[in-house]
């Protein structure tokens, strides 16, 4: 058999893998042949129908009409526009005129006195250690009477986050986030408060910080 092969490869000039692929393949390529044609006339969709348009009734023709002639829609947005125009307004003419703050508003800190004239702060550090940004930088000395006060208490606003640890670390209510918002600035030295602009924001704002306090006192 192979001999056979090879003469007839030999005779007619063709290379053996191709011969060999010309005589063996055909029994198993017919079977798959058929399958396929079988498969594609199977598969031949019909034709779609053609589009019909949808029946309209009466009573959306009348719709219809109504609204072209009436104008009836164009009349709704107009009554619409005439009720937003009646109600109050909801917007206020900032910075002439400016919105409530809650108790718990959280803005430039300030450093508190006692009715005498005395700072509050006692050098305890919490402020400085619960700061997550660490912002505070605290340096303190001892008084004569062997209590403790501060020389130095620093705030770099360009890293504090607003948090309000502070404040609530703060056993004597020192530390406090006031109720201004408005302390923009030009240069980034201005965002570093020291222990007087501290003191003067409190003495500034003591009222309404109090004020606050007192409203909330309930849920610290």
Same mark, same amino acid.
């Given at each position: 058999?192979?001999?056979? =092969?090879?003469?007839?490869?030999?005779?007619?000039?063709?290379?053996?893998?191709?011969?060999? #692929?010309?005589?063996?393949?055909?029994?198993?390529?017919?079977? =798959?042949?058929?399958?396929?044609?079988?498969?594609?006339?199977?598969?031949?969709?019909?034709?779609?129908?053609?589009?019909?348009?949808?029946?309209?009734?009466?009573?959306?023709? =009348?719709?219809?009409?109504?609204?072209?002639?009436?104008?009836?829609?164009?009349?709704?947005?107009?009554?619409?526009?005439?009720?937003?125009?009646?109600?109050?307004?909801?917007?206020?003419?900032?910075?002439?005129?400016?919105?409530?703050?809650?108790?718990?508003?959280?803005?430039?800190?300030?450093?508190?006195?006692?009715?005498?004239?005395?700072?509050?702060?006692?050098?305890?550090?919490?402020?400085?250690?619960?700061?997550?940004?660490?912002?505070?930088?605290?340096?303190?000395?001892? #008084?004569?009477?062997?209590?403790?006060?501060?020389?130095?208490? *620093?705030? *770099?606003?360009?890293?504090?986050?607003?948090?309000?640890?502070?404040?609530?670390?703060?056993?004597?209510?020192?530390?406090?986030?006031?109720?201004? @918002?408005? @302390?923009?600035?030009?240069?980034?030295?201005?965002?570093?408060? *020291?222990?007087?602009?501290?003191?003067?924001?409190?003495?500034?704002?003591?009222?309404?910080?109090?004020?606050?306090?007192?409203?909330?006192?309930?849920? #610290?």
């Amino acid at each position: 058999m192979a001999s056979q =092969l090879l003469t007839r490869v030999l005779q007619r000039g063709l290379p053996p893998s191709a011969s060999l #692929r010309s005589s063996i393949r055909p029994a198993v390529q017919a079977p =798959l042949v058929q399958a396929s044609l079988a498969l594609s006339s199977s598969n031949k969709s019909t034709p779609p129908a053609p589009l019909q348009e949808p029946k309209t009734s009466f009573s959306e023709v =009348l719709d219809r009409a109504t609204n072209i002639f009436f104008l009836t829609e164009l009349m709704r947005g107009f009554w619409l526009s005439f009720e937003v125009s009646m109600k109050p307004k909801v917007t206020i003419n900032y910075p002439f005129e400016k919105g409530h703050l809650s108790p718990r508003f959280r803005g430039e800190h300030a450093l508190r006195r006692y009715p005498n004239g005395e700072e509050r702060c006692i050098a305890c550090k919490l402020c400085e250690a619960i700061c997550p940004a660490q912002a505070i930088t605290i340096e303190a000395e001892q #008084r004569a009477d062997g209590s403790r006060k501060t020389t130095r208490y *620093d705030i *770099d606003m360009t890293k504090c986050i607003f948090c309000g640890f502070c404040q609530e670390a703060c056993p004597v209510d020192a530390i406090v986030e006031g109720p201004n @918002f408005e @302390f923009a600035t030009e240069t980034h030295e201005e965002l570093l408060y *020291d222990k007087e602009k501290l003191l003067a924001n409190g003495d500034k704002w003591e009222v309404a910080i109090a004020r606050n306090l007192a409203a909330e006192h309930l849920y #610290r």
